[in-house]
């Protein structure tokens, strides 16, 4: 597990990194990271808004997209936790969540 958030950490910056790029995702430590907590494919990938079938097609090699690889890089750094991402979710499928994506209207 250190080894994820160090390799993690030791990634450019976004800044730095090319706009088409999500090249830095070490596809093997998510893997072994995801069999290391025994969850599926359904139940790691949903966190971060991916489908079974998506993540395993990212998991296969596939580009991940800079907004995903951004959330995998906080969710192992620890900067965003389980419960962030399920809070995050709850608003977004809130019926609130026009008024909060709109306050003036």
């Known amino acids: 597990m250190e080894h994820l958030e160090q390799q993690w950490q030791s990634q450019p910056t976004i800044a730095t990194r090319p706009a088409e790029a999500s090249t830095g995702v070490d596809r093997?430590?998510?893997?072994?990271?995801?069999?290391?907590?025994?969850?599926?494919?359904?139940?790691?990938?949903?966190?971060f808004g991916v489908t079974q079938s998506r993540g395993?097609?990212?998991?296969?090699?596939?580009?991940?997209?800079?907004?995903?690889?951004i959330l995998l890089g906080l969710y192992f750094t620890k900067?965003?936790?389980d419960s962030d991402?399920?809070?995050?979710?709850?608003?977004?499928?809130?019926?609130?969540?026009?008024?909060?994506?709109?306050?003036?209207?």
């Open 79 to 81: 900067t965003v936790s």
């Open 85 to 105: 991402l399920h809070r995050a979710e709850r608003v977004l499928y809130s019926r609130d969540v026009v008024t909060l994506l709109n306050p003036g209207q």
């Open 56 to 69: 395993s097609r990212f998991e296969s090699g596939a580009e991940i997209p800079a907004p995903v690889s």
């Open 28 to 47: 093997a430590l998510i893997i072994a990271y995801r069999k290391k907590k025994k969850e599926s494919q359904r139940r790691f990938w949903a966190r």
